[in-house]
């Protein structure tokens, strides 16, 4: 019988394209400790730095892979949230303690209840 792979959804792990992209937003953002990573149900990604206190340190990025600019759709409404189909950070290491990563999230992402 084929071994059951339970994928980890607490915390998604980025995508090689992705990978790419959470090191060079960390790279021009000094202050980041971390990347917002949002997917959208259309494939196109927004991302953004976040420092210490959980505030942005970095523009928001929105892109596509293997693709020049973003679908139609994000052009027009921006990614917007009803879209969003998974979303985590993305934490530079080492990463900070579980308090700090849990006002964060909440802060950056929203509470989950
Ligand atoms: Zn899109």
Redesign the pocket.
């Known amino acids: 019988m084929a071994k059951k792979i339970t994928p980890k959804k607490r915390s998604p792990l980025p995508e090689q394209g992705e990978q790419a992209m959470i090191e060079a937003i960390l790279e021009g953002s000094p202050e980041g400790i971390g990347v917002a990573v949002i997917r959208?149900d259309?494939?196109?990604k927004k991302m953004a730095a976040v420092d210490k206190a959980g505030d942005p340190a970095s523009k928001v990025v929105m892109y596509?892979d293997k693709a020049e600019s973003?679908?139609?759709?994000?052009q027009a409404d921006n990614?917007d949230f009803m879209r969003v189909i998974s979303q985590f950070i993305s934490w530079k290491t080492p990463e900070p303690d579980v308090h700090t990563k849990k006002m964060i999230i909440s802060k950056v992402l929203g509470s989950e209840s």
């Open positions: 959208l259309c494939g196109c596509r973003i679908c139609d759709q994000c990614g």
